[in-house]
Nanobody, 124 residues
Framework: QVQLVESGGGLVQPGGSVRLSCEVS????????MGWYRRAPGKQRELVAK???????EYADAVKGRSTISRDNVNNTLSLQMYSLKPDDTAVYYC??????????????????WGQGTQVTVSP
């Protein structure tokens, strides 16, 4: 019922930048919160950044000051721009969306949806 399609990522040199995008497809009533998480090899998944419906943002300390999260409420998309990339930023990045949808005629439901992940590798 909810599809998240991520794009961007790939191989980036240290000091470079990357832009990740996530497009939400569903019978959307309202998107409450959108965020990016990542899982590095051998580590648990962690928050990178998230943005609320009214535009409030939160960033992990590791990316604060060199990342910008933004959302387009008309097109239901989420973006993450990261700068000054480091090898420690190497991870699979996941889009996460908490939203209300029309689950079936006459019914509404909340969903906590995840994208399939996109690989970002920071290496010379």
């Amino acid at each position: 019922q909810v599809q998240l399609v991520e794009s961007g990522g790939g191989l980036v040199q240290p000091g470079g930048s990357v832009r990740l995008s996530c497009e939400v497809s569903a019978s959307i009533i309202r998107i409450i919160e959108m965020g990016w998480y990542r899982r590095a090899p051998g580590k648990q998944r962690e928050l990178v950044a998230k943005i609320s419906s009214d535009g409030n943002t939160e960033y992990a300390d590791a990316v604060k000051g060199r990342s910008t999260i933004s959302r387009d409420n008309v097109n239901n998309t989420l973006s993450l721009q990261m700068y000054s990339l480091k090898p420690d930023d190497t991870a699979v990045y996941y889009c996460n969306v908490y939203l209300w949808i029309n689950s079936r005629p006459g019914y509404q439901a909340s969903r906590d949806a995840w994208g399939q992940g996109t690989q970002v590798t920071v290496s010379p």
